[in-house]
């Protein structure tokens, strides 16, 4: 069965400095991962995805994320955290498990709380 | 454009009374549809998702159930709610078709408080 970790419940970061959330997947077949970001009180906001090609993959608001398969993670980044960037952040991946057929279901982490301080 | 709407945004509602939640999607025909629920702001949980309309998946055995009356249209009910229904629902869809590369996109959600 497909399923996805983030290990860290929360990550602070000064603004201006480097970020990384941190996701680790388990699939069986390819992978095909997600990144969404929820702010207070509001629905997921889409910000990338890896279906194929690149391993480093960019998305919305300056993030980008790196797929790496031997480590079987999926790790969100930006090179310069803004303060508005404090949200909470939830890595996905597909299930396509064995009888789930093309459903479309996301399975998602537990979410990580980015809090960029200024 | 495609876009998707969920309403009431916000519900209180007493232990033991109905419950109605209702999601619809623009700009697109035949989507997937699902509703999740989030509880204490953290994880998502998939409570149903629909591939047409009257085909309705359960994830998990609760108290909820769906319907999908129209093709663009997703609803969520309970005929008597409990304590631990409270939580924040969110209804989500893919346009279709669907292929394994497709993202999932989610309404505003709507927050739920049983007293």
């Known amino acids: 069965a497909q399923s996805v970790a983030q290990p860290e419940d929360q990550v602070n970061v000064a603004e201006g400095n480097p970020l990384t959330v941190k996701c680790t997947y388990s699939?069986?077949?390819?992978?095909?991962l997600f990144w969404y970001v929820q702010y207070p009180n509001r629905g997921l906001q889409f910000l990338l995805k890896y279906i194929t090609g690149d391993n480093l993959v960019k998305g919305s608001y300056g993030f980008e994320a790196e797929f790496n398969k031997s480590q079987t993670s999926f790790h969100l980044k930006k090179p310069s955290a803004l303060v508005s960037d404090s949200a909470l952040y939830f890595c996905a991946v597909r299930d396509i498990g064995l009888g789930s057929g093309n459903t479309g279901k996301l399975i998602f982490g537990q979410g990580t709380t980015l809090q960029v301080k200024p | 454009s495609q876009t998707i709407h969920q309403w009431p945004a916000t519900l209180v509602q007493p232990v033991g009374s109905p419950l109605s939640l209702e999601c619809t999607v623009e700009?697109?025909?035949?989507?997937?549809l699902y509703w999740y629920r989030q509880a204490a702001g953290r994880g998502l949980q998939l409570l149903f998702y629909s591939v047409g309309i009257g085909q309705i998946s359960s994830e998990v055995p609760q108290n909820l159930s769906a319907s999908r009356p129209q093709d663009r249209q997703f609803i969520l009910s309970s005929k008597k709610l409990l304590l631990s229904d409270s939580g924040f629902y969110l209804c989500a869809w893919i346009p279709g078709p669907v292929t394994s590369g497709n993202t999932i996109y989610f309404g505003e959600g709507s927050w739920l408080t049983v007293v």
């Open positions: 700009g697109t025909s035949n989507p997937n």
């Open positions: 699939v069986s077949g390819n992978p095909y």
